[in-house]
């Protein structure tokens, strides 16, 4: 076992760091590939920006984290380098999978490659990637969301909340992923005044260029759709999301989080009093889900889709502020209501 720890200290150093080593049995051999989940547990590999980012790598650790007390299993989860290759997450997948961690876990789309490689390598081992549906293999569960119905209930309280008419979507990297984000969000706001004013600014054309991992770009891109006229500023940005949060609740105006429920985290209590509320996605359940299936015995497979329906997408309501404001919590509820009886049918492209 020491040997086996002493690879992964070496693969983390080389491709991230590993920052929750497992727990239980440590006095068995589990070494190879396809071991049981009781052998080392869960192995989750985050996204960029890493955990601490208060939005989506941290859902994922909340999964995490729950998996492993309610099926007392032990578990890894691993950090993202900085400017890393694909070569470098290939190698996290893939030493996780290697190490005997069942299921893994990409959380990201960036993972597709790496999980698709070790999937063929590892035909044991249950992977799960989020945000992707490319990955097709017996092994593989794609976990995907309706990103652009919990976007939509955002886009509804922004012009229902809004004093000028006038609104703004931070995203943090201009990529398909995040148009399902804009797409949802301006036909929310437009269903409630179809006249009103919204900006709309992406930090980076790439993922890498940092548009996930930037508070600074969210800070200054929101400072400038608040002097444009902005008050209620919706973002989907990751770790870049910070950014947005505090600039907004330092000028008082409304910001809208994204992923979890941000008025809850801690790093940003200084600013909840301006968090509308937040755009849910439960990636945590997602994850949760997967170790379920596989402590099971029925490891769970193929494209596994949340909607508003399931419940694993939302519109956190944690701030009595929002609440107070009756007829804005009423339009997003209708809203709710509409979108799940099939009445509206919400757009995944802006």
Not at 70 to 85: C, H, K, N, Q
Not at 225 to 236: K, P, R, S
Not at 318 to 337: C, G, H, I, L, Q
Request: hydrophobic share 35%; charged share 25%.
């Amino acid at each position: 076992m020491a040997a086996a720890l002493a690879v992964l200290a070496l693969a983390a150093a080389g491709c991230g760091k590993t920052s929750n080593e497992a727990s239980q049995d440590d006095d068995k051999d589990t070494g190879s590939a396809g071991s049981s989940y009781k052998d080392k547990g869960i192995g989750l590999a985050y996204d960029i920006g890493g955990k601490g980012d208060q939005s989506f790598n941290d859902a994922a650790y909340a999964g995490f984290s729950k998996a492993r007390k309610d099926f007392e299993i032990g578990g890894v989860d691993m950090e993202p380098g900085d400017g890393e290759s694909g070569a470098d997450k290939n190698q996290r997948i893939e030493q996780l999978a290697k190490q005997g961690y069942n299921p893994v876990v990409g959380v990201g789309f960036v993972y597709a490659p790496a999980v698709e490689a070790a999937a063929k390598k590892y035909p044991d081992t249950t992977f799960g990637i989020i945000d992707d549906n490319t990955v097709k293999a017996d092994n593989v569960a794609d976990l995907v969301f309706h990103e652009e119905e919990g976007s939509y209930l955002a886009g509804v309280a922004a012009a229902k909340a809004s004093k000028t008419e006038h609104i703004g979507f931070v995203g943090g990297v201009d990529i398909p992923l995040i148009h399902k984000f804009e797409a949802g969000f301006v036909q929310g706001a437009k269903s409630v005044n179809p006249k009103i004013k919204i900006e709309k600014r992406y930090l980076t054309e790439k993922p890498e260029e940092g548009g996930f991992s930037s508070p600074d770009r969210g800070q200054n891109a929101t400072s400038g759709q608040i002097e444009a006229g902005a008050d209620v500023i919706y973002h989907a940005a990751g770790l870049s999301g910070q950014g947005v949060i505090q600039e907004a609740g330092s000028k008082k105006v409304w910001a809208i989080g994204v992923d979890s429920d941000q008025y809850q985290q801690k790093a940003l209590a200084k600013y909840k009093d301006y968090i509308l509320g937040s755009a849910l996605k439960d990636v945590g359940g997602a994850v949760y889900d997967l170790t379920k299936s596989v402590v099971e015995g029925d490891p769970m497979t193929g494209e596994q889709r949340y909607d508003l329906k399931s419940g694993r997408v939302g519109f956190a309501d944690s701030n009595p502020r929002y609440t107070a404001m009756k007829d804005v919590v009423a339009a997003v509820d209708k809203a709710e209501e509409d979108i799940v009886s099939g009445k509206v049918k919400v757009r995944t492209t802006p």
